[in-house]
């Protein structure tokens, strides 16, 4: 007889036939252990893969800050406030390579992204420089309108809206979604979806990027004269000529570094944002792997005693078929 004939006392199939009750919660047990390892690993994944596009924007202009910026899972961040000395500005202007530097006093919309809550950036802009930080981010309107100065509304790149389940003409605030709008304490109307303009050079060299940029945009002047969103953080936006960020950002960071004004602000670049999402994503590694490890650990060791006890209730049966001349080797 063969190892799988069904008359073979040791086959699996007869085995499976004799006691199906417990084969059946080994294989539950085993399954459901593969199969939550694997839920978290994806979770893992899933926050690494979707955590590149959070600052992805900075992959097309710099951003000086003067408050507070959000962590990779953020609370309470409904104002900030701190203020940058306009000299900054016009020192960073005057340089050849800089095209425009903007003021800035936007928002955050909250995105569920694997495990964690990701940050994504409503850039607070004037009416004359919307079309400027669009043109940068290489977004255009797809659906809607643009929104109007000191006016309520809002406009989201469609991969915002599609993840936050928002159409044209929804509306959202904090009453609305706390999780999803801490930021946002009044009510905005979506009023537009962007769509990133296809970039014919992806993929020609190294430093090449997506093209897609995940960012909203609000009313600037609607910010800063709302009493709800006061006090307001003006940061700068700093957007390069073509190929000049690299030397852009290094500008601006020694200027900063010299503490040039009062309050020189933060420099936020693709680089450091993304060295601090690899740090947090470093952590959620470390705390998922330990978690993995236990939850393995303790299932593998559920596993094992009942298979131990369903090996113990068999050993009468496997010492009959030693005695009727089964080798030890075939019954191991």
Aim: glycine share 8%; proline share 6%.
């Amino acid at each position: 007889m063969t190892p799988t004939d069904p008359l073979n006392p040791l086959s699996p199939f007869t085995y499976y036939r004799r006691h199906k009750g417990q084969a059946l919660l080994l294989l539950v047990l085993i399954g459901s252990l593969t199969l939550g390892v694997y839920t978290m690993v994806s979770l893992i994944d899933t926050t690494r893969v979707s955590g590149r596009y959070f600052a992805h924007y900075l992959s097309r202009m710099s951003r000086i800050s003067a408050g507070r910026t959000p962590s990779i899972a953020w609370i309470n961040l409904t104002s900030s406030s701190g203020t940058l000395d306009p000299s900054v500005a016009a020192q960073i202007q005057a340089h050849p390579d800089v095209a425009a530097v903007i003021p800035e006093n936007g928002l955050y919309v909250g995105v569920p992204m694997g495990a964690v809550m990701i940050a994504f950036p409503v850039l607070g802009v004037a009416e004359d420089d919307l079309p400027v930080v669009m043109g940068a981010c290489d977004l255009r309107l797809k659906e809607g309108r643009l929104i109007e100065p000191r006016t309520a509304e809002i406009i989201l790149s469609e991969e915002l809206a599609r993840a936050l389940g928002l159409a044209v003409g929804d509306r959202i605030s904090y009453d609305i979604n706390a999780e999803y709008y801490q930021t946002i304490v009044t009510e905005l109307t979506l009023v537009g979806i962007l769509e990133s303009i296809p970039s014919s050079t992806f993929g020609t060299g190294p430093s090449d990027v997506r093209p897609e940029v995940r960012a909203g945009f609000v009313s600037y002047e609607y910010l800063e004269s709302h009493e709800l969103y006061q006090p307001r953080a003006t940061n700068w936006l700093i957007i390069p000529r073509p190929g000049s960020r690299v030397a852009v950002n290094e500008f601006a960071s020694s200027l900063i570094a010299e503490g040039v004004g009062a309050t020189s602000g933060q420099l936020q670049t693709l680089e450091s944002e993304t060295e601090l999402w690899e740090q947090g994503q470093r952590l959620f590694d470390m705390m998922y792997g330990l978690m993995d490890g236990l939850v393995a650990a303790a299932a593998a060791l559920v596993v094992g005693m009942l298979h131990r006890i369903a090996i113990a209730r068999r050993l009468p049966e496997l010492g009959l078929l030693h005695a009727a001349g089964y080798p030890r080797r075939r019954l191991v």
